[in-house]
């Protein structure tokens, strides 16, 4: 009787084997998942720069220099609302996407367009806040803290700023050319990057605004 020896090479091999006669029989991913899952890893490497500012800040958060803190700056019924229209504008980004999948053009611009207001709202305000404490003197030369916060915070909106952009593009798209396959592709990524920055910005909240006020 002849045993046949199985060695760890001769395993690796035909698990290659196999891996490849199943690629061979499915074909490459769709577009749709490659577009997708590069973008995640996009996502994941500005999530790395935001983790570097939340760490700056969380080094410098009591390095005021004798100025005012966050407890002093900090309006929080104006964070408040910033906060709810940047939600309710994730809320409406998602109605987008259903829209875009249920191929409802009409329904597709209604949701972007209340999807605009509201970020265009939160930045407004974010924008209402700095201006304010820059009156009172609270600039980012003041001290060390205000710099991380300006740093951290006005990168948040930066990112809101080109997510607005990207969607009035995206609606001039829609516009000329349907729901074609590269078009929603960009929609996807910008839904993934809108709801990446609602997330971003309720870690910002809760370090910044709730625990600034605490502290």
């Known amino acids: 009787m002849n045993i ?86 994730s809320y409406t980004c998602g109605l987008m996407w259903l829209a875009v999948n249920a191929g409802r053009r009409r329904a597709f611009y209604i949701a972007a367009v209340v999807t605009f207001v509201f970020g265009a709202a939160f930045l407004a305000l974010e924008v209402r806040e700095f201006a304010d404490m820059i009156a009172r003197g609270a600039t980012p030369q003041s001290s060390a803290f205000l710099s991380a916060f300006f740093t951290l915070v006005g990168c948040h909106g930066l990112h809101v700023t080109a997510g607005l952009l990207w969607l009035v593009v995206m609606m001039a798209q829609v516009a000329v050319k349907s729901f074609r396959p590269t078009v929603v592709r960009r929609l996807l990524c910008f839904s993934l990057f809108w709801h990446a920055l609602d997330i971003i910005w309720v870690a910002l909240f809760t370090v910044v605004y709730l625990m600034g006020v605490r502290s």
């Open 4 to 89: 046949a020896v199985v060695t760890p090479e001769i395993a690796l091999a035909d698990a290659v084997h196999e891996a490849s006669a199943q690629a061979t029989e499915t074909g490459p991913a769709p577009k749709r998942i490659v577009a997708g899952f590069g973008f995640w890893v996009f996502l994941l490497s500005d999530i790395v720069m935001f983790a570097a500012l939340f760490a700056s800040y969380a080094v410098l958060v009591n390095s005021t220099a004798g100025g005012p803190g966050g407890a002093q700056l900090f309006r929080q019924v104006t964070v408040a609302i910033e906060t709810a229209c940047l939600l309710a504008s």
